[in-house]
Antibody
């Protein structure tokens, strides 16, 4: 069974930093692209960042570019999101999500599996 | 970025009746080389993460009841719940994955029981 378990959320002051982790199990982590998606309280879903299977390629939403860094440790089956220069508008539940295997080379970046999420609150 | 617009924002449907949710993309999400629409639908219940229902616009994810169906092509898509059940009360989101520069979601549609 695929499991994604996020951790690292909490209360942080504006301008502060936080590192989120997502522990993966139940599948060959090193074979899959991984993503972070966030959801502000009472709001919709917003894609944040992606990383390819070996960690050599990353991309970000414009709203977090230059402040957030996605990474992974395939030996530890763990995905990370380093968040710096946090703002009030970064307050959200952060989900890690796995896309399906790209067996046909069609780039299917829909989210087949989600973690339960971790809440990040940026406030003074 | 491709903007995804859902309608309505909310709807109330009687148990056993049909619920229809619309999703419109600001540009086509149909990839001509494989004739696939890069469109997915999710269900999110309160306090839970989203759950994948439909991908490639009309392919039901394993384990999803067949009362859920997706249709449409190009820029206009529909999620239909053929016979609403109490457990279907949730917020539903569409998502395009055509543009890998930025994956985008619709604003969500809240489905309630009338």
């Amino acid at each position: 069974e695929v499991q994604l378990v996020e951790s690292g959320g909490g209360l942080v002051q504006p301008g502060g930093s936080l590192r989120l982790s997502c522990a993966a199990s139940g599948f060959t982590f090193s074979s899959y692209w991984m993503h972070w998606v966030r959801q502000a309280p009472g709001k919709g879903l917003v894609w944040v960042s992606r990383i390819n299977s070996d960690g050599s390629s990353t991309s970000y939403a414009d709203s977090v570019k230059g402040r957030f860094t996605i990474s992974r440790d395939n030996a530890k089956n763990t995905l990370y999101l380093q968040m710096n220069s946090l703002r009030a508008e970064d307050t959200a539940v952060y989900y890690c999500a796995r896309v399906p295997a790209d067996v046909s080379n069609w780039n299917p970046e829909y989210f087949q599996h989600w973690g339960q999420g971790t809440l990040v609150t940026v406030s003074s | 970025d491709i903007v995804m617009t859902q309608s309505p924002d909310s709807l109330a449907v009687s148990l056993g009746e049909r619920a229809t949710i619309n999703c419109k993309s600001s540009q086509s999400v149909l990839y001509s080389s494989n004739n696939k629409n890069y469109l997915a639908w999710y269900q999110q219940k309160p306090g839970q993460p989203p759950k994948l229902l439909i991908y490639w616009a009309s392919t039901r994810e394993s384990g999803v009841p067949d009362r859920f169906s997706g249709s449409g092509s190009g820029t206009d898509f529909t999620l239909t719940i053929s016979s609403l059940q109490a457990e279907d009360v949730a917020v539903y989101y569409c998502q395009q994955y055509y543009s890998t520069l930025a994956l985008t979601f619709g604003g969500g549609t809240k489905v309630e029981i009338k």
